[in-house]
């Protein structure tokens, strides 16, 4: 068993070694091991100052927009009686499972320059100039705080759920009315979860690649993400210099996201706890109107429209929005399920989801149930190097990767079996945290209990601890093969001619030939994930209704 | 043949710097129920986990049935699932994916039984805990009262000869807790199975044991009858945690005129007779007075009689307590609902000197 944990920690720790050997070589950057070291990777990082000043307007915007959208919506559906709340509420978590990819394909479609839908539409009612160029900074960022601006919603609406009502109601009968309420009490006891969570969205915001890949490169608008992406094309691939801007970028998200829990943590008042309360419902009045359209105003441009554009394109011979030049075709689908290059990418995303999930899950149960239950030493530090890849963005850890693994001399770069490996390698804390969450609820004198009834430990295990771990490895099963079907960051580096997957397949579809195409694809990758998502939540619902 | 069925010697518990169990040992006979009866912390489950084979001790010794489970000396430790006893855990740990039947039937498949065996002992074991109609519920669908059934017949189920409880009433109200001690100790003396219990609920400790371990800090303060720790405890801890006592400061002034007692000057110079016990461990400047052998009136030979004033009275029901002051303080007296007087009113307080017990 220790030697699970052992082969886990390498291959977490193996390719970020790799990656700080690499921002080291200042000598010829193909050469393995490096003939020179130094620091200039590093200090020719102000050359490319142009880049970080891209990547902080960007993340700022999209922060600010993301915790905008995220508190009015949090408030709205959290604290009001406006009608079918909890519907809304479960539509807020689509835009997170159509990817900022998708997001950003969709509104590529709708805004951009002179095809786009809205813009045709724009110039066809008469107007010399698009409405919006979606291929902008500011278009980046909108579609940033839309798909991965969800995480602010999800943060401050549990700290607005979790404040006891019973502090507002007692300042209420001490004789405040509802605005001194609302400003003395409310407002001072939700904003160290507000803070945290402004913070914590800007350091995603600064490791996005998806939608600054997708509207950014067109343009030849690069942040740092989109930088190192390019570094490793140019040739000779500048290898070094995309090490270092990876290991800095991840060294500022390491420390803001440190501020945040520090924030999280120093911040916030004892007397919200991890309790659920029922919140105080504000009677809005004639209010409830304008606040239900701003409820499902988000939900339209964040789900329906997008998704509707992507539909919209994907069934036409060329994208259009004016009614005699449309020339409907299922022509899309067709090549999308067929062609040389793309057929197969769906085919292998499906293979590895499947196989990454199965053989995945029962590694990562192994091992939570030895860091969460066993008295192994050193489980402590194990938990800390196998949680690590969540820390780094996805595409230095792809760089990572690529660079660990090309230098080895077992050939499995270009196959699907080094992808599998990646995959498994990036999705173990995802693995580990959605095990670890029933390993903990299941209380350990369930397992002394067969124990003391004379079961060895393998027929403890087979009766009693994995029948009740089944829950959680089903859900993880199901999270690791979503998280699969759309991996984008780590598959652009890794994936061959031969072994070509989906997100990638989609990027260069957008990039090199029809946007009606990769609207196909990307709806065909989407169906999937909705299936998988609606077979999550069916069986969670199953699950928790048997055990209540 | 009268050798113990567990035998803990000078057993030691750590986890990392804190000791949890310090130095203790205790024996208990064939069908014997012994108590370790103490606060939160004082090591009692501990000791009982370790008995269990479910902590490791730093060092000492666990006997059960003359068979060394635990020798720190020889580095001997048998793993849980073969040391042949059975227990019953505070949260039940009934296995919420299994049916009743499934739950009491485990220990007897994992011993391999015959199907018809496994068939019969769960009936005999559901039908001693009165849960035989329950047999094919699924675990998950059971009160708290009917869980602890399930626990109880799933331990005794494969006939261990030791059943070790975890605080098994804990979880339940305090009248399903009254009735269901009844019932464990009826099913204990039945099969007369020799059991070690951890409780915190002194009532529960004294009601159902032959003998009492009161345990503090990781140690044993004393171990004896029920009554003996009530009427005799020999520490100011034993005096305080069991039962409700008042505690009177002094110093002894020598011995008195007749029958073995002593004389004890408290603070308010009053002059009371006293007992004391051979082993008692305190500094012999306290009197422990239980509050229900103090009686409100002059009775005859109680041998020390104080007057007092009746200054607060609480009506509980089975008992009223009366906050009385008295020269020495305020003393804390329990007498039956039918002895009823009124705050403020002169009363004599008495009590015999046997009752007066020097720590």
Known sequence: MPLVVLLCGVLVLYPIGFLINESLNVGDPSTFPPEQYGFDNYTNLIDDAHILGNTALVASIATVLAVLFGFLQAWILTRTNIPGRQRLERLMELPYYMTPLIGALAWGVLLGPKTGLVNQAWRALGSPVDLFNIYSPYGIAWVMALFEGTIAFVMISASMKSMDPSLEESSRVLGAGKLRTALRITLPLVAPGVLSATIFVFAEMLGSFAAAFVLGIPGRFYVVTTAIWEATLSFPPDYGRAAAMGLSLFGVMLITLTLARLVLRHGTYTTITGKGFRPREMDVGRMRWPLLGIAWGYIIVAVILPLGALMLTSFERFATVILPQMHFTLANYQTALQMGSVGPAFVNSLTLGISVATIGVPVMGVLAWIIYRSRMPGRGVAEYVIMFPQAVPRLVFGLGLLWAWINLPIPIYGTLWLLALAYFTVFLPLGLRTIAGVVLQVDPSLEECARVCGAPWIYQMRTVTLPLLRPGMVAAWLLIFIASVRELGVSIFLMGPNSKVIAPAIVNSWLSSSSELSAAMALIQTATIFVAVAILFGLARRVTGVTQ | ?359
Not at chain 2, 228 to 249: C, H, M, Q, T
């Open chain 2, 1 to 359: 043949m009268n050798q113990p069925r567990i035998e803990v010697t000078d057993l030691v518990v750590r986890y990392g710097d804190v000791t949890a169990v310090d130095g203790i040992g205790f024996d208990i006979a064939p069908g014997e129920l012994v108590t370790l009866l103490g606060p939160s912390g004082c090591g009692k489950t501990t000791t009982l986990r370790a008995v269990a084979g479910l902590e490791t001790p730093s060092s000492g010794s666990i006997r059960l049935n003359g068979q060394t489970v635990f020798g720190a000396a020889e580095r001997r430790n048998v793993p849980a699932e073969k040391r042949g006893v059975s227990m019953v855990f505070q949260s039940y740990a009934i296995w919420p994916h299994m049916t009743v039947f499934d739950n009491v039937a485990y220990g007897l498949r994992v011993r391999k039984l015959p199907q018809a065996e496994v068939r019969q002992n769960v009936a005999r074991v559901l039908g001693l805990v009165q849960m035989q109609d329950y047999a094919d519920r699924p675990a998950s669908k059971l009160s708290g009262g009917q869980q602890q059934r399930v626990a109880v017949a799933r331990a005794i189920a494969f006939s261990p000869n030791v059943l070790l409880f975890d605080e098994p009433l804990s979880n339940l109200d305090a009248k399903l807790r009254a009735e269901m001690r009844v019932e464990l100790r009826e099913l204990q003396r039945r099969l007369d199975i020799t059991s070690l219990y951890v409780t915190h609920d002194q009532e529960e400790a004294l009601a159902i044991s032959e003998r009492v371990n009161v345990m503090n800090g990781g140690r044993i303060e004393q171990i004896g009858s029920p009554e003996e720790i009530y009427n005799r405890p020999r520490s100011r801890f034993v005096a305080d945690f069991v039962g409700s006592a008042n505690l009177i400061k002094g110093q002894i002034r020598g011995p008195a005129e007749a029958g073995g007692t002593l004389i004890f000057e408290a603070e308010g110079g009053i002059r009371l007779e006293v007992i004391a016990l051979d082993a008692s461990r305190g500094d012999h400047d306290t009197v422990a007075l239980r509050s229900s052998y103090i009686h409100l009136g002059h009775v005859p030979g109680s041998r020390n009689a104080v007057p007092g004033r009746i200054h607060r009275r609480m009506f509980h029901g089975d008992f009223i307590q009366y906050v009385v002051d008295w020269p020495a303080g305020q003393l804390i007296v329990r007498r039956p609902p039918t002895e009823l007087f009124d705050e403020g009113s002169e009363v004599t307080v008495s009590f015999a000197p046997v009752h007066c017990v020097l720590l």
